[in-house]
């Protein structure tokens, strides 16, 4: 049935606002306003559901009874006058004995809901739809909101089959969309940090990345992982990790602002998606202190602007962010009254005017993370072209490398130790080499890192102890051999394959030395000396190696009795400098109070052997005696040192 709307309170029947939309206020407050908008127009009259007036609330309360609903309203379009279970109005806030206001009802509505609630009910009126429902918020006495579902339809018509009344009811489900909200946050947050999760990460770098393909604003994403968080974990256990993660996670918040999103990926994997660098010129002073801590950091100071304009301010608020990131976690961490240190390795890619998914972007910025991590602890790098040229390269040579261990293609080479005050070879260290069929011989520095990211160095490794100890059988007896050994081996079965090369090639155990790095020990300290005890109770001798380029060499030492320290190549370099020669001279008091025997690594000059004998080495290594040599050649060159201190 079709018709037109009658006057509601005294608007009359013409057509002054024809053609011009509805306010979209509130139903509530547009009931005398709506047959004015509506005059003179076509609309669906709504479907009859009685027959002749009902008394205010008779069909609201039939409707609560089938719902188990809260609160009953009636809507009378003729007079505007909406009536309110007085129980319904109390829960409000709305306390009093009236229970029917001429007041309109627009000012309990939420105004962010308004506009929604009055498109939905003029729909119903309109005749469009059976009924109408409708979730939205309504405003308390006291100021707050609480959400409700609004269910209604309208129960009267004139003769004409026009709206004239309509009843309702609403229920309280501030409950359920609490719990609808939590499930969203958790689906898009952390549960530990609270910080969002990858998903979220996610959807904020795609927006960021396709803004900023034809924007005016680069989009920048930095990757973070922790340093160091795997010793604190294993130290403090799983709660004390937990406990870590989360003041991580609040100082990270801090320092990258809260204009930008700060996500944990997993585990000690974290990212930011920085907002238009427009904050740069917000907190000038910020990035000059940024910029302050860069130049005091070595491989701050090999990041250099890539660029101008937008793209160069993106790659500054990356630097900045970053400089704030690594100064904020560098500051000691108190947990269960312990104080922790870890630090961070971040790497940034900036994507500006291409056409580039969300996943390259971060991959790209994986790459320079990777890249700073190889650089040291507390670094930062920038992806550039020639960093991910290295990552397919390292990629390749993870794949090549199976395939070499198949062909045999890697072998050992031997470079001599000699005492210095005999001036005889005591032993030889193995050191492993790659011959490439097409790149030729591959350095150890760059396979080595691979093989162990791949965990093909176990296999690697155990190979080397038994070629070395087999190759030391056909050395005179008071010869050792001398094998580096992997911090993966320390945690992965280097017990049983130091066991099974000695029992393969006949060695003695005492003729073999295994050189491990700081690094071996940091990842586990306590489960890393336990197996060096072992092995040393069996009669293999322990060297540390590289003495000097990690971060807590002194613990280690009281720690864990070493037969040799190895003294890094870099002191002996720049042994005719002072500060050089001090550090080696307290190297070697320091051995002597131990009992452990020093080796100056890569002696190259008759200068340096002569000054690293005066400040007391033991023993010396380095090409002015001998490069590494081939099985057959080293064993030439043991027959003729041994004729020569026979002669």
């Known amino acids: 049935m079709t018709g037109r709307v009658l006057s509601f309170a005294g608007v009359r029947d013409d057509d002054s606002d024809r053609g011009r939309a509805p306010p979209m206020s509130t139903a509530w407050s547009l009931a005398p306003r709506l047959s004015a908008w509506l005059l003179g127009r076509e609309a669906e009259a709504a479907p009859r559901v009685g027959e002749g007036p009902m008394r205010p609330g008779q069909d609201g309360l039939a409707l609560a009874l089938d719902?188990?609903?809260?609160?009953?309203?009636?809507?009378?379009?003729?007079?505007?006058?909406?009536?309110?279970?007085?129980?319904?109005?109390?829960?409000?806030?709305?306390?009093?004995?009236?229970?029917?206001?001429?007041?309109?009802m627009e000012h309990i509505i939420h105004p962010d809901d308004r506009d929604r609630l009055s498109a939905v009910m003029i729909e119903h009126i309109r005749g469009a739809t059976l009924a109408f429902e409708c979730e939205h918020r309504v405003v308390c006495s006291d100021g707050s909101a609480v959400w409700v579902l609004t269910r209604g339809r309208v129960v009267d018509h004139d003769p004409q089959g026009l709206a004239l009344r309509a009843v309702g009811t609403q229920i309280d489900i501030t409950h359920r969309r609490e719990a609808e909200a939590r499930v969203a946050h958790m689906a898009l947050h952390d549960d530990l940090t609270g910080l969002p999760n990858r998903r979220l990460f996610r959807q904020r770098l795609e927006q960021a990345v396709a803004q900023a393909e034809h924007g005016p604003h680069p989009a920048v994403v930095l990757a973070c992982d922790l340093d160091g968080f795997k010793v604190v974990n294993d130290t403090l256990g799983h709660e004390g990790g937990d406990r870590l993660l989360c003041v991580v996670a609040e100082r990270l918040r801090r320092a990258a602002g809260a204009s930008n999103t700060v996500a944990r990926l997993g585990g000690d994997e974290f990212a930011v998606v920085l907002q238009a660098p427009a904050g740069l010129e917000q907190s000038p002073t910020g990035l000059e202190q940024a910029a302050a801590g860069l130049e005091q950091s070595p491989a701050g100071l090999e990041q250099t602007p890539a660029g101008f304009g937008e793209e160069a301010a993106g790659f500054a608020e990356a630097d900045a962010v970053a400089a704030r990131i690594i100064a904020a976690l560098g500051e000691p961490i108190e947990i269960d009254g312990m104080s922790v240190a870890v630090g961070v390795g971040i790497g940034s890619a900036l994507a500006w005017r291409e056409r580039i998914s969300a996943d390259a972007l971060l991959r790209r910025a994986d790459i320079a993370l990777y890249e700073a991590k190889t650089l040291g602890r507390d670094t930062y790098r920038r992806f550039a072209p020639a960093l991910a040229a290295r990552h397919s390269r390292r990629q390749g040579l993870a794949f090549e490398m199976k395939e070499a261990i198949r062909r045999g293609d890697f072998f050992l080479a031997y470079q001599p130790v000699v005492d210095v005050a005999t001036d005889t070879v005591t032993g030889c260290e193995a050191l492993m080499r790659w011959r490439h069929p097409e790149h030729g011989v591959i350095a150890p520095a760059e396979f080595i890192p691979v093989a162990e990211e791949t965990g093909l160095i176990v296999a690697l490794g155990s190979w080397a102890l038994i070629e070395a100890c087999r190759e030391a059988m056909a050395w005179p007896e008071a010869i050792r051999v001398a094998v580096n050994v992997s911090p993966v081996q320390v945690r992965d079965g280097l017990e049983q394959a130091v066991r099974q090369a000695l029992d393969a090639a006949g060695l003695s155990a005492s003729r073999l030395r295994l050189e491990v790095t700081e690094s071996a020990l940091m990842k586990d300290p306590e489960a890393a000396v336990a197996t060096l005890h072992r092995l040393r109770a069996q009669g293999v001798k322990i060297a540390l190696d590289d003495f000097g380029t990690g971060y807590a060499s002194l613990s280690y030492l009281r720690h864990f009795p070493f037969d040799e320290i190895k003294i890094d190549r870099t002191f002996i370099r720049d042994i005719a400098e002072p500060d050089a020669a001090a550090i080696v001279r307290a190297v070697v008091g320091l051995g002597d109070r131990l009992g452990m025997a020093i080796v100056a690594e890569g002696v190259e000059t008759s200068e340096q052997l002569e000054r690293v004998r005066g400040e007391g080495c033991s023993e010396v290594q380095g090409f002015l005696f001998s490069q590494p040599l081939t099985p057959e050649a080293a064993r030439d060159f043991l027959r003729a040192d041994r004729a020569r201190a026979a002669a």
Not at 86 to 92: G, K, N
């Open 67 to 104: 719902s188990g609903v809260e609160g009953i309203w009636d809507w009378d379009f003729v007079t505007g006058r909406i009536w309110v279970s007085r129980a319904w109005l109390a829960r409000l806030g709305y306390a009093g004995d009236t229970v029917e206001t001429r007041q309109p």
